[in-house]
């Protein structure tokens, strides 16, 4: 990695902080927090590849870990991945090398719709899967129902997705910094 690809792993780690300014919204079905960080993991794949766009992911936990106050509601520290939230925050990384592979190998014909699908495919499945997964572990809530408790999300989920889907075409089409590092 040059000086320019660190610089972007670091720039999209804070967006994605900066995207925790939003407060996170609480709702009474499962206990894992509405925020609009998870549009940061979405951006990074999607505009950085699968590489940089997990380590740019991977860097804000690590950030977070170490207790800067980078998640929505100010949370921070290691404590944050014993949460029963902490398995989506450990599906960031995954999503975001998905979402960048995926863009990666189609990019000569990517449109908006592949673009949204691959959104939801990494930004959505990988990191329910990851979340709903360690939701039944630490809560013992059964998987049908942290998996339909998840549910609640997919509307502002695809929100993002689609934010972000419009987004990295945009940059696509006037910085495409996945073409230049191909």
């Known amino acids: 990695m040059n000086t320019r690809d660190i610089a972007y792993v670091a720039l ?13 919204i609480r709702i009474p079905v499962i206990p894992v927090p509405i925020t609009a ?20 992911q991977i860097l ?3 950030l977070v870990a170490l207790g800067f106050p980078l998640l929505s509601g100010g949370r ?11 398995g ?3 599906g960031w990384p995954i999503g975001a090398f998905v979402i960048g592979f995926l863009f990666e190998k189609k990019w000569s014909s990517l449109t908006h719709s592949k673009a949204f699908i691959y959104m939801i495919i990494g930004g959505i499945l990988v990191v329910y899967a990851t979340g709903t997964l360690w939701l039944n572990l630490i809560t013992h809530i059964s998987l049908i129902k942290a998996w339909s408790g998840s549910m609640l999300f997919i509307p502002g989920d695809l929100v993002k997705a689609f934010i972000g889907t419009t987004t990295a ?3 696509k089409a006037s910085y495409p910094i996945i073409k230049k590092n191909k």
């Open 12 to 24: 999209f780690a804070a967006i994605t902080a900066v995207l925790g300014i939003m407060p996170l």
């Open 37 to 56: 960080q998870s549009l940061g993991l979405m951006l990074a794949g999607s505009i950085l590849g699968s590489k940089k766009g997990a380590l740019a």
């Open 60 to 62: 804000f936990l690590g």
């Open 76 to 86: 921070g520290g290691i404590g944050s991945f014993l949460e029963p939230s902490s």
């Open 88 to 90: 989506f925050l450990l």
């Open 169 to 171: 075409m945009v940059i």
